[in-house]
C-alpha cells in the first residue's frame, strides 16, 4: 500500500555535495512541517529506485552528476509516483536557503482550494536561441538548443500528480534534454500551463555560501 503524503519536498543532492543536505536538515528544514527528503543518484542500484526513509534520501539509478538531472528528476518522480499517494510534488536544489518558511503553509492552503498543475518563477521563452549555460556549468555541451515554451526555473517549482504521471510518460524526450527544469517546462504538456501558478521565487530563496572547508578535495 502507498504511504499517503499529500505534499511532498524532493531536493535536489548528489553523493559529492550530501553536506549540503545536512546543511539544509540542520537548517530550514527543521522549521517547516512537510514531508522531504533528498534525491541522489547511483548507477549501481539493481531496482530503479530505492528509498531510506530514516535517512530521508531517495536513491534513484542514474548518473549523479549535472549533466543527468533531467533524467535524476524523472527518476525521482516516477519514484514518488509509485511510493506515494500525493497531491503535489514541490522540488528544490541542495544550495537553496528558505528565508520565509511560510512558503509552504500559504502554498498548501492554497493548492487545497485551486485547480493547479504548475507553478514557480516563469520563463517565458519567446524565440529559439542557444544557451550558454556552459559558461557556468562546463561539463555542459555548449550551444543547448532552447526552444519557444514557458517554464518554471529550477530554483523552485511545484508539480500535481496529474503533471507528474503526464511528464513520467514523456521520459524518453526528458532525458535527451541537458537543463533540468527547461526539459520538465518544455516536456509539459500546453494543458497544464493554462494558468501557472507564479511565484517570485527570489524572494522566498537565497542561494547558500557554504564555509571553504565543507568544500570537498578533488
Known amino acids: 500500500?502507498?504511504?499517503?503524503?499529500?505534499?511532498?519536498?524532493?531536493?535536489?543532492?548528489?553523493?559529492?555535495?550530501?553536506?549540503?543536505?545536512?546543511?539544509?536538515?540542520?537548517?530550514?528544514?527543521?522549521?517547516?512541517?512537510?514531508?522531504?527528503?533528498?534525491?541522489?543518484?547511483?548507477?549501481?542500484?539493481?531496482?530503479?529506485?530505492?528509498?531510506?526513509?530514516?535517512?530521508?534520501?531517495l536513491y534513484v539509478k542514474c548518473e549523479d552528476d549535472y549533466n543527468h538531472l533531467p533524467l535524476k528528476v524523472i527518476c525521482a518522480l516516477n519514484a514518488i509516483y509509485e511510493l506515494f499517494d500525493f497531491q503535489f510534488v514541490f522540488k528544490t536544489d541542495d544550495d537553496q536557503d528558505l528565508i520565509k518558511p511560510n512558503l509552504f503553509s500559504i502554498l498548501q492552503n492554497i493548492l487545497k482550494t485551486k485547480d493547479l498543475h504548475y507553478g514557480g518563477?516563469?520563463?517565458?521563452?519567446?524565440?529559439?536561441?542557444?544557451?550558454?549555460?556552459?559558461?557556468?556549468?562546463?561539463?555542459?555541451?555548449?550551444?543547448?538548443?532552447?526552444?519557444?515554451?514557458?517554464?518554471?526555473?529550477?530554483?523552485?517549482?511545484?508539480?500535481?500528480?496529474?503533471?507528474?504521471?503526464?511528464?513520467?510518460?514523456?521520459k524518453h524526450f526528458i532525458i535527451k534534454e541537458y537543463i533540468e527544469d527547461y526539459a520538465i517546462g518544455f516536456n509539459l504538456h500546453s494543458s497544464f500551463k493554462t494558468e501557472i501558478f507564479e511565484i517570485n521565487t527570489d524572494t522566498f530563496f537565497q542561494d547558500i555560501t557554504f564555509p571553504e572547508e565543507l568544500h570537498p578535495t578533488i
Open 1 to 57: 500500500m502507498k504511504k499517503k503524503v499529500d505534499f511532498i519536498l524532493m531536493i535536489l543532492n548528489c553523493e559529492r555535495y550530501k553536506y549540503k543536505a545536512e546543511y539544509q536538515k540542520n537548517s530550514w528544514l527543521k522549521d517547516i512541517n512537510l514531508f522531504y527528503f533528498h534525491v541522489i543518484g547511483n548507477p549501481q542500484l539493481e531496482k530503479e529506485f530505492e528509498f531510506k526513509e530514516e535517512e530521508k534520501i
Open 121 to 170: 518563477k516563469v520563463m517565458d521563452v519567446k524565440q529559439p536561441y542557444y544557451s550558454q549555460y556552459h559558461r557556468i556549468h562546463s561539463e555542459l555541451p555548449e550551444n543547448i538548443p532552447i526552444y519557444p515554451t514557458k517554464y518554471c526555473t529550477g530554483r523552485f517549482y511545484f508539480l500535481s500528480k496529474i503533471a507528474v504521471k503526464y511528464l513520467i510518460n514523456q
